[in-house]
């Protein structure tokens, strides 16, 4: 059981992580309890199934090396330049950076790459913890503010782990038959809290750094030991890590890189499991102030939900590996194709326009930080439980059946059927065979194997399902005012001159008002 003085940091590192390189050396020797497949991964980082998964978080840190003013900001705790995955918005533009940002990972990976709950967990924590501090007196603000400095001076992967297995739906936290099913506090003393539970989906969690806890619903007053927000090192003690199953991912322990698709880059996920593990008081953020849950995750989810223009990006090389094999069939002409592909393209700009537009229309909490649009954010969240799901058909529809039927790469390169096989997997005659089983298998790596996690089933139930958007949109469609616009052209007189003057005043001060913008850095 962890204590207070044999907790441990070792995640910290002397020097900040700035490249991918450096990145994965900060993985090695933690010691982390993590299980895949039935046994204990002594070394995750040079695991064949997860290290792919690594590889793409390092490309976050390449991506800053490589276009500082798409991957870096400037901070204001440091007074350095930062990966933007930790900055706080401090503009529109800074939220607009971030959905480029994402979207060009998107591109360069093919996958989730994993930062985008970090980075959107720290800019609703800025304003939650400011206005828990308004209410209450308590030192949250100041304590995470610390903690944001300290990440970002160490150039750190923050993860944040929000879902709860949840136990028995129809039942709140308290009222579980185990307690467990979601996180609390299990035991306190005057250094600080130690929490039990487990957390379930949690995408890059073996590759961070850091890890923040949240509560993932509303509570009330007889959940307050649910509600606990903490930052805990992901190494430790008391952390077991059991690693999600990925369709086609022991494709990746066979040798060969043609079948996996994607080779180098996956995502990843994994239940969590906290047995008495150690949060000190510092690295609290609230504890008990039950009735700032709701108001947690739902500006979690407003800045998560917009996020998801990463499926642009992902969506992007779907496409061009889509365009690819219509090119080395020979019938990349053909107008039914180019229709298809047209059709492609309008449903990823589609997600593309809504995310960033969310971002645009950006306001300001009190805490000084930004957070963008939530009906914007939950429409572009909404498109993406279809859109990815739409473009992955037309993708397999372009790709023909050979996508799920093509033989090995060990029949490819057999000494004896090996050309049998490049004869009849040819396509147009100066299309070498392997290049074309590389871009079909690329295409099914995306819609039906590994990365297909991350493009379509978390793009339906990640940041919360379909249903989820649906009640954010309800909630703010503001019908009333949309009402009284009718009624006016209508010449329908309104209820009162008030309700006229009320409702244009909010729509006004949400929907039309400037935007700011950030200074020259």
Known sequence: MATPENETLTAQTAMPIRTG????????????????????????????????SINAVAETYDLAVRDPELGTAMSPYTGERINRFLHIAGSPEDLVMQNKMQRRLGQLTGTCFQRCVGMDAFNALHSVTFEIDEAHGTPYHERFCEFVRMSQEHG????GAM??????????????????????????????????????????????????????LRLGPDDKEFAIIGALPVDAEGITYIYGRQSCDTRAMEGG??????????????????????????RIFMDGEYEFAAMLVERFTCYHRRSYVCKSGVGDTLI???????????????????????????????????????????????????????????????????????????????????????????ELDHPEIGDIVRKYLKGRKEIAAEDRLRILRLIENMTMGRNAVGYL??????????????????RQMQLEFKK?????LAG??????????????????????PVPRAGKE
């Open 163 to 216: 879902t709860d297995v949840k136990g028995d739906r129809s039942k709140a936290p308290h009222e579980q038959d185990d307690p467990d099913m979601f996180v609390r506090v299990a035991r306190r003393t005057e250094e600080g809290v130690y929490i039990r539970g487990a957390k379930a989906h949690q995408t890059g969690c073996i590759n961070s750094h850091w890890m923040i806890v949240m509560p993932t």
């Open 257 to 282: 890189d043609i079948d996996l698709g994607n080779a180098k880059f996956s995502g990843q996920e994994a239940m969590v499991v906290f047995d008495d593990v150690f949060i000190p008081n510092e």
């Open 320 to 410: 061009g590996a889509a365009a690819t094999i219509a090119d080395y069939n020979g019938v990349d002409k053909a107008s039914h194709i180019r229709d298809k592909l047209v059709e492609m393209t309008h449903l990823n700009e589609t997600i593309y326009s809504t995310g960033i537009a969310s971002s645009y229309q950006a306001s300001q909490m009190k805490s000084g930080v930004f957070m963008n649009d939530d009906m914007i954010a939950n429409v572009c969240k909404h498109h993406v439980t279809k859109m990815p799901y739409e473009i992955g058909r037309l993708a397999q529809d372009l790709a023909g059946g050979i996508m799920v039927t093509a033989p090995s790469q060990k």
């Open 21 to 52: 390189a450096e990145y994965i050396d900060s993985l090695r020797n933690r010691d982390l309890t993590v299980y895949l497949l039935g046994e204990r991964v002594a070394e995750p980082v040079d695991h064949p199934i997860i290290r792919p």
């Open 457 to 474: 089933t978390e793009s339906m139930h990640g940041a919360g399902s379909p249903q989820a958007q649906r009640i954010q949109i309800a």
């Open 484 to 488: 009284t616009l009718a009624k006016t």
């Open 492 to 513: 329908i007189p309104a209820d009162s001159a008030e309700e006229i003057a009320d409702d244009l005043s909010g729509y006004m001060q949400k929907v039309f008002a």
């Open 156 to 159: 750190y992967v923050i993860g």
